[in-house]
């Protein structure tokens, strides 16, 4: 979702329930607008917090139960303060003026939150620049199958992961014993993961996993994996 | 005759008309918000010497930590000097403030705009990916012991998730930014109508920034952040329910409904700010208490004459019914019954472990045992003399505050001026805290509670000096001299609060946890996220750990099993019979080990956990034969590798 539809959205949780909730406990002119400004956001988030907590007790909270308590909590709070300021029709609002801003000010402020978003652009940047600086491989395998918790037997899983910044050509060997059970070869784009799920039947013979990775020409990476030897026997039927 | 004379009365009476047009014109519009733009553009522009500051850090440029300090004076130091002044409008001041907590919070951003590095932040995010995943609020957290019995935070979190599609990232950053808007406002509120001054409430709040905790520990995503906001609130709101002389019932009931909503929602957020505000208004009820008592008309000395009831100035009293007792009665209520229905545990294991290492420290620090820690030192870090003599700046000027916020609570004679004073005063034993080896923690951990009454009495006496509008020069360099002292106190706090290492990010360290995060180990975390069965147990050093018990959705283990410290599988340079016990007996599933750990020492002085054999007085690093052992051992499976992180399967161990 955008961040312009997230920016209209975020109001229904950080300050319509605690609008309505604070207009219910606090009829117009009991308390003044910077006290009423801090209790729409702290009753916000109590809405929140409490209507989650009381709701978990009995079903899962999800986004139509968060959005249903909320709403629900917004609604019988506004018709609370409709009816208190209807109960109360000849108190006077006080509406303290609002701070004056002239154009010259009102530019700066929006300057100010445009220097601001680029130093965040800024920081973001070099902290993704310091992350893509490192260039690696990775190399993993991986039993799926019983026996036990994790699993130790086949299926088995044999993966790569490109970090090295750019396209790179590998060549994968899996070996078991002294047999070369399979061998790929294949190149991956910066970024991309490539794998491949072996069976029982595919993982013939004695002895430990090993996948070795090379990576231009040279022995880059190596992973082994010992099945469980109570499956010893059970791959080969 | 001439028109002229006319004429000239016309043209005169136009110009007056015109004259007070305008100026009913001005008095028409809302207060002037003064030189809050110009410095909200000065703010900004210090943001981005930060931003460009973290860039040449993280590239270990020169100029990296020069930006970075002149980014924070250009943030502070300018609206510190304006909220000191006399001329500035009550709506500038506050203006000011929320600019100055923003922009501050924001550093903390710029510091990881990507991610969540720091320990307690990937605690959260675990917690609210688990409640997102399931539903459920209240799941175990192998990060942090104590986070499941505190939802608040999480369940806002997932909330504005799950309605809005934001990450939890970028919801939680959103949440605790608008959190610390409103708790600059809560504390310029609460000071303003306790001290009656405006000029008082933006000082104070500018003094509370300058505790250690206030630039990076309060504003990460974490349940403290949240519930300094709420808590203070609460205090708001009990304090504009207490204080005011009339106040209609209907109003009154409007404020006991909040207070009760509050209470609850800071129970369910945090331990500690629900337990220490308790603690707070229970030592106000019972000044307030004892001083109604002494002067209630069968006290007086003479019976004819009504009582004077302290601190109100001979104004009739208010009803008894408002005041802190109902809130102290209600809050400790809640936090009984939250801890002995639901927290109790959770609370008991984190808490306990933070306290009795203080406790502990201390008695060995007095008794012998252990000397006391060097003070802004690193394990294997150290601060320049000038970095010193900034720490120690940002101490002394409070310390030397306490005899005249004493003197002057004592002056006025109030319950509540008299519990802020209580607070301001327990500020020399955070700082002795300081000196222990574990203390560290539970003394940052209260430094934003102290400086509530250390903000307060700075502000009114910072108020109550000769009025600069006598002798304006003088006034302007006084108001020079206390935002300078006070930039300068920033600087010393942040330096109190942060290692050399860890103020900004830059390349990876050792055992320094946001600067322990990089690339592989955010690799290795999606391969278990991917991989790997959730909520495996794994032994992993302490940042590896949190990006797989948070990203990764494992289950990292620590401590002892049957007395024996877990750690030692990773420290001791062959794998023996004593470690498959360990594995075994805590059923360890896998084994994580970053090669680079024998690199350096630790950066925070240990490598897994605070208590591991060896933390904190090491002066060798890890030796790479210890981690190379588990390449050789044939029980482990080695199933993953990037380069330096290996994660061993240990599902072998045992059956051979």
């Known amino acids: 979702m955008s961040w312009l539809a997230a920016a209209v959205l975020l109001p229904l949780v950080l300050v319509l329930p605690g609008y309505a909730l604070a207009a219910a406990l606090f009829p117009p002119g009991t308390i003044d607008r910077d006290l009423r400004i801090v209790l729409v956001v702290a009753l916000s988030i109590c809405a929140t917090a409490l209507s989650g907590l009381v709701l978990q007790l009995f079903v899962d909270l999800s986004r139509g139960v968060f959005a249903a308590s909320l709403a629900t909590l917004t609604i019988g709070a506004a018709l609370v303060a409709r009816r208190e300021r209807a109960r109360r029709p000849g108190r006077s609002v006080s509406r303290g003026r609002l701070p004056h801003l002239p154009p010259a000010g009102l530019l700066a402020m929006v300057a100010a939150i445009a220097i601001s978003a680029v130093a965040i652009a800024i920081a973001t940047a070099g902290a993704n620049r310091q992350l893509n600086a490192s260039h690696f491989s990775a190399l993993w395998l991986v039993p799926q199958g019983p026996p036990g918790f994790p699993p130790n037997g086949p299926p088995v899983i044999v993966g790569v992961s490109n970090r090295e910044g750019r396209e790179t050509g590998y060549r994968l060997s899996l070996r078991r014993g002294a047999s070369t059970l399979r061998v790929w070869r294949f190149r991956l784009a910066a970024g991309d993961e490539w794998d491949a799920t072996l069976a029982a039947s595919e993982l013939r013979g004695a002895g430990p996993l090993v996948a070795r990775l090379d990576r231009g020409g040279t022995a880059h990476r190596r992973v082994a994996l010992e099945l469980d030897p109570r499956l010893e026997g059970v791959a080969d039927e | ?656």
């Open chain 2, 1 to 656: 005759m001439s028109d002229a004379p006319a004429t000239a009365v016309r043209v005169d009476r136009a110009k007056r008309r015109e004259k007070a047009r305008l100026e009913a014109r001005r008095g028409a519009r809302g207060p002037s918000l003064g030189a809050l733009p110009l410095l909200s553009v000065v703010a900004a522009v210090g943001l981005l010497l930060i931003a460009l500051g973290n860039n040449a850090a993280r590239e270990d440029a020169a100029g990296a930590t020069t930006l970075f300090w002149a980014g924070l004076i250009a943030i502070y130091g300018p609206i510190a000097y304006r909220l000191l002044s006399a001329s500035a409008s009550r709506a500038e001041r506050i203006g000011l403030v929320i600019a100055m907590g923003v922009a501050l919070f924001l550093v903390k951003v710029l510091y990881s705009p990507i991610g969540y590095p720091p320990f307690d932040e990937l605690a959260t995010w675990r917690q609210t990916h688990d409640l997102l995943e399931t539903g459920r609020p209240f799941t175990s957290n192998p990060i942090a012991a104590g986070f499941p019995g505190f939802p608040g935070l999480e369940t806002t979190t997932a909330a504005i998730v799950q309605l809005t599609g934001l990450s939890i990232f970028h919801a939680g950053t959103v949440l605790i930014g608008v959190a610390r808007a409103g708790l600059m406002l809560a504390l310029f509120l609460v000071i303003e109508r306790i001290s009656g001054s405006a000029r008082a409430a933006g000082i104070g709040v500018a003094v509370y920034a300058l505790n250690p905790s206030f630039l990076y520990f309060d504003s990460q995503f974490a349940h403290e952040s949240l519930a300094l906001m709420l808590g203070a609130t609460l205090f708001l709101a009990t304090v504009a329910w207490s204080l005011p002389k009339r106040l209609d019932a209907r109003t009154s009931l409007g404020f006991v409904g909040a207070i009760v909503l509050l209470s609850w929602v800071v129970t369910i957020t945090h331990h500690m700010t629900s337990y220490l505000l308790a603690a707070f208004f229970v030592v106000w009820a019972l000044l307030a208490r004892l001083a109604s008592r002494r002067h209630s008309p069968a006290n007086s000395a003479d019976s004819r004459r009504p009582a004077r009831p302290i601190g109100n100035r001979g104004r009739p009293s208010r009803p008894a019914a408002r005041g802190p007792i109902f809130p102290a009665v209600l809050l400790c209520s809640t936090t009984a019954a939250w801890f002995v229905f639901v927290a109790g545990d959770d609370t008991i294991e984190e808490l306990g472990s933070v306290f009795s290492g203080a406790i502990d420290s201390v008695l060995r620090l007095v008794f012998g045992g252990s000397g006391p820690k060097t003070l802004f030192q690193g394990s294997s870090q150290h601060n320049t003399t000038l970095a010193r003599a900034f720490a120690f700046a940002s101490v002394i000027p409070l310390l030397a505050l306490l005899p005249f916020a004493l003197r002057r609570a004592l002056r006025v004679r109030d319950p509540l001026w008299y519990a802020l004073a209580a607070v301001a005063l327990l500020y020399p034993i955070t700082l002795g805290l300081r000196l222990t080896l574990s203390g560290t923690e539970t003394s940052q951990r209260a430094s934003e509670f102290v400086f509530v009454g250390l903000a307060f009495y700075a502000a009114v006496l910072i108020t109550e000096l000769p009025s600069p509008s006598r002798r304006i020069a003088r006034g302007l360099l006084s108001n020079l001299s206390l935002a300078g002292l006070a930039t300068v106190m920033l600087l010393g706090a942040f330096i109190v609060a942060e290692l050399p290492t860890t103020r900004q990010p830059g390349p990876f360290l050792v055992g320094a946890d946001a600067r322990s995060v990089g690339a592989q180990g955010l690799a290795a975390a999606q391969f278990a996220d991917r991989h790997l069965p959730q909520n495996s147990r794994i032994l992993a050093d302490r940042p590896n750990g949190t990006l797989l018990g948070s990203y990764g959705g494992l289950d990292p283990v620590l401590g002892r099993i049957d007395g024996i410290p877990v750690a030692r599988v990773l420290f001791r340079e062959r794998f023996d019979r004593v470690d498959r016990k360990v594995i075994r007996d805590d059923e360890i599933d896998f084994v994580v080990v970053d090669q680079r750990l024998s690199r350096e020492l630790p950066s925070l002085g240990f490598y897994l956990e605070p208590d591991e054999p060896g933390a904190f007085t090491r002066d060798e690093p890890i030796d790479a034969a210890a981690l190379d052992k588990f390449r050789l051992e044939t029980e482990l499976n080695r199933i993953y590798t990037n380069g330096p992180i290996a994660i061993y399967a240990t599902s072998g161990v045992g059956l051979r």
